[in-house]
């Protein structure tokens, strides 16, 4: 059986956008999250559960029945996105304990977060993405409050409210999978919809910023050589019709 010109091109043409299509079509998955903290500032700040989904810092001496001061972080379950389109995604929940405290108190600290990651069905392994705190447990009784606002208002109601500083250095991971570029990047902490690098705890509360990340897969242009390729198909039935009408 012959096949039409027009035939084979709209098989072929059918066949490469479907190559295409199904390409974009794909999970990236976020499995097995944990955290661990590092680099704390100064020595004597607890630290337990390293390596797990819940890490947590604590220090200071008690000033109330609340207990001490602290960070949490507490990793999402195993999650999955398609893309496209673009997609966030939660990876876990940063909190800030501020009770009132005696003694030692943080200064700084490392946060790491480890997933592991899958595209298209195909496994990446573990991926970390690092975030350097800075904190300042501030006086109290200051006023103005290290922030600039007055003592006994605002987030400075219980008196001044502690600062949480925290950079992600814009992390981000590249995966090409089936000719395709995935693009996953840490966008850090979100609160009310906001990335934020700074936050403002409220003397004797907790306060609680989500990691987010975001999931970016870039079009695959089709190559230059198949509308060339199509052409020629279409020239050779051209031809082909042409003879055709010459030998009649």
């Excluded at 059986?1 to 079509?25: D, E, W, Y």
Aim: net charge negative; glycine share 10%.
């Amino acid at each position: 059986m012959r096949t039409s010109p027009k035939l084979f091109v709209a098989t072929f043409c059918a066949a490469v956008l479907g190559t295409i299509s199904a390409a974009f079509a794909a999970p990236v998955s976020f499995s097995n999250i944990s955290g661990s903290w590092s680099a704390v500032s100064p020595g004597g700040i607890t630290v337990n559960n390293n390596g797990t989904a819940n890490p947590e810092l604590r220090w200071g001496t008690p000033a109330t029945n609340n207990g001490q001061s602290g960070y949490d972080f507490d990793a999402a379950a195993d999650t999955s996105v398609d893309v496209p389109p673009n997609a966030m995604v939660e990876l876990g929940t940063f909190a800030h304990i501020n009770n009132p405290i005696y003694d030692t108190s943080l200064n700084s600290a490392t946060l790491t977060v480890a997933i592991d990651i899958s595209v298209d069905g195909q496994a990446q392994g573990t991926r970390s993405f690092m975030f350097d705190f800075t904190h300042d447990e501030t006086s109290n009784g200051a006023d103005p409050c290290a922030n600039g606002g007055a003592n006994g208002g605002g987030v400075n109601v219980n008196g001044c409210a502690d600062l949480v500083t925290v950079t992600n250095n814009n992390l981000s991971e590249d995966f090409m999978v089936n000719g395709v570029l995935y693009t996953i990047a840490i966008l850090g902490f979100e609160v009310n919809g906001m990335i934020v690098d700074t936050l403002e705890t409220i003397e004797q509360m907790t306060n609680s910023a989500m990691l987010i990340g975001y999931v970016t897969v870039a079009e695959v242009p089709i190559p230059a050589a198949i509308p060339l390729f199509l052409s020629g198909i279409a020239g050779l039935g051209f031809v082909g019709r042409t003879k055709k009408k010459k030998t009649a």
